[in-house]
């Protein structure tokens, strides 16, 4: 009797503790929040592709299907990479011309013949792929699993826009003979654009540069209706970053972050220290009404 007593007595302690927890922070007025699919694992990233469907990447190298609210047992396709720390399938775009295309393109980490990131596209059945994958860009062999980015978006222009990270070497950050922190344009098969800005500079797969100076371009938007591209650099010891990125951007990294002044690069558009929050992993621009 006594034990079940101290039972009780510590049962009601721990009621009583979680009930002192603050409350969450409220939703900002205006926007709601709405469980559309569960049961997914380690979801990285998402594609819309019209009306009532979703892409959306397992970490791990399944790309899974969102459709009517429902997520299908099915996946799309299942690319051959491993998920091993930031590693594994991490970027989904959809082909602005999906409807005669039927492309839908992935960004992942291939493992042969050395770990390093690739960007493919698959043509759509109705909700899975049919046939194997085309790879149209890789990105130099990873010299670490971490900070490897991963997003890829169609910018308005038509052409592929994917982000990188600087592998954990800070020095491939600024160079230009490397995939690594950058963000990078290349066409729907592939091919540079003649107009990226490094013409000059560069030489093949480096020739996609289109922005560098970033620790890790985890995510990235483009503003609708407009040549406007935000991106979010994941910071070092002090700051995180929400960049407005132009052409031939250099954006700092390792030389400076956050509100730095006089070191030639673009400042952050919106730069917040640890204090305020960790990583900046997401982000996405809507037109206001």
């Known amino acids: 009797m006594r034990d079940r007593l101290r039972h009780a007595i510590a049962a009601a302690s721990l009621l009583l503790a979680f009930a002192a927890l603050p409350a969450p922070a409220a939703i900002r007025a205006g926007f709601t929040e709405q469980v559309v699919a569960d049961s997914l694992d380690s979801p990285v990233r998402m594609a819309f592709a019209g009306p009532g469907r979703v892409f959306v990447c397992e970490q791990a190298g399944r790309l899974r299907v969102v459709r009517d609210r429902r997520l299908l047992a099915r996946p799309f396709v299942t690319v051959p990479t491993h998920a091993v720390e930031e590693e594994g399938l991490l970027g989904v775009a959809v082909d602005p011309q999906f409807a005669r295309t039927?492309?839908?393109?992935?960004?992942?980490?291939?493992?042969?013949?050395?770990?390093?990131?690739?960007?493919?596209?698959?043509?759509?059945?109705?909700?899975?792929?049919?046939?194997?994958?085309?790879?149209?860009?890789?990105?130099?062999?990873?010299?670490?699993?971490?900070?490897?980015?991963?997003?890829?978006?169609?910018?308005?222009?038509?052409?592929?826009?994917?982000?990188?990270?600087?592998?954990?070497?800070?020095?491939?950050?600024?160079?230009?003979?490397?995939?690594?922190?950058?963000?990078?344009?290349?066409?729907?098969?592939?091919?540079?654009?003649?107009?990226?800005?490094?013409?000059?500079?560069?030489?093949?797969?480096?020739?996609?540069?289109?922005?560098?100076?970033?620790?890790?371009?985890?995510?990235?938007?483009?503003?609708?209706?407009?040549?406007?591209?935000?991106?979010?650099?994941?910071?070092?010891?002090?700051?995180?970053?929400?960049?407005?990125?132009r052409a031939g951007d250099d954006l700092g990294w390792p030389f400076a972050e956050g509100p730095r002044a006089g070191t030639g690069a673009r400042l952050p558009r919106y730069p917040y220290t640890h204090a305020d929050g960790c990583a900046i992993t997401g982000g996405a621009c809507y037109p206001r009404a």
């Open 102 to 245: 039927k492309r839908v393109y992935v960004l992942y980490t291939a493992l042969t013949p050395t770990r390093h990131n690739v960007i493919a596209w698959y043509t759509a059945n109705g909700d899975t792929a049919a046939g194997e994958g085309t790879i149209v860009y890789e990105f130099d062999t990873h010299a670490a699993h971490q900070h490897v980015g991963g997003a890829l978006r169609f910018g308005p222009d038509g052409m592929l826009y994917a982000s990188s990270g600087e592998c954990g070497d800070e020095n491939l950050s600024h160079a230009l003979g490397s995939t690594a922190g950058k963000l990078l344009r290349i066409d729907r098969d592939g091919r540079i654009p003649r107009d990226n800005p490094f013409p000059t500079l560069t030489r093949r797969r480096h020739s996609a540069i289109w922005a560098r100076g970033f620790r890790n371009a985890f995510a990235f938007d483009f503003v609708p209706g407009t040549k406007r591209v935000f991106v979010n650099d994941v910071g070092g010891s002090a700051y995180e970053e929400v960049n407005d990125v």
